[in-house]
């Protein structure tokens, strides 16, 4: 049975989270770079260097996911850090969505995220992980 165009996929959601998910991230990591930076820790400066490449991944993956979502014909148009969570509205296949996540979500989900960039190779953010939710990975496009 073909699905209505006006329902969105599992793939879909995914990519419309994550894409959500990882500027937050970004901010995550840039704030702790500020701290360490003006940290007296011994090992400031590899801790830093480790902190920019988990940056360097994360900004890597948002830029294909990005890409995917264009080439899927998904606009995320508006995004909300409101009182009670994360809010957004996009267009997917011409029809207007929204999606709300509670601050406590976003928070596991900024922590899994960074709990993968530090653990996973890329590739690894791309495939599921057993003990999490497939809707609960960063979706990305079938690059080696």
Not at 1 to 6: I, K, Q, T, V, Y
Not at 37 to 54: C, D, E, I, R
Not at 77 to 92: D, P
Request: charged fraction near 30%; aromatic fraction near 6%.
């Amino acid at each position: 049975m073909a699905r209505a165009p006006m329902e969105k996929t599992e793939e879909e959601m995914r990519m419309v989270k994550q894409s959500l998910i990882l500027p937050i991230v970004l901010d995550v990591l840039a704030h702790d770079i500020r701290v360490l930076q003006g940290s007296a820790a011994k090992m400031n400066g590899l801790y830093v260097k480790y902190l920019n490449t988990l940056q360097d991944k994360a900004s890597l993956e948002l830029f294909h996911l990005r890409r995917q979502l264009r080439q899927q014909g998904i606009k995320v148009f508006r995004q909300e850090r409101a009182k009670q969570g994360l809010e957004a509205e996009y267009l997917c296949r011409g029809y207007q969505h929204s999606f709300m996540m509670l601050w406590s979500v976003v928070k596991a989900e900024v922590e899994l995220a960074l709990d993968i960039l530090m653990n996973d190779s890329p590739r690894e953010l791309r495939e599921s992980h057993p003990s999490v939710q497939a809707e609960s990975r960063l979706p990305i496009d079938n690059r080696p």
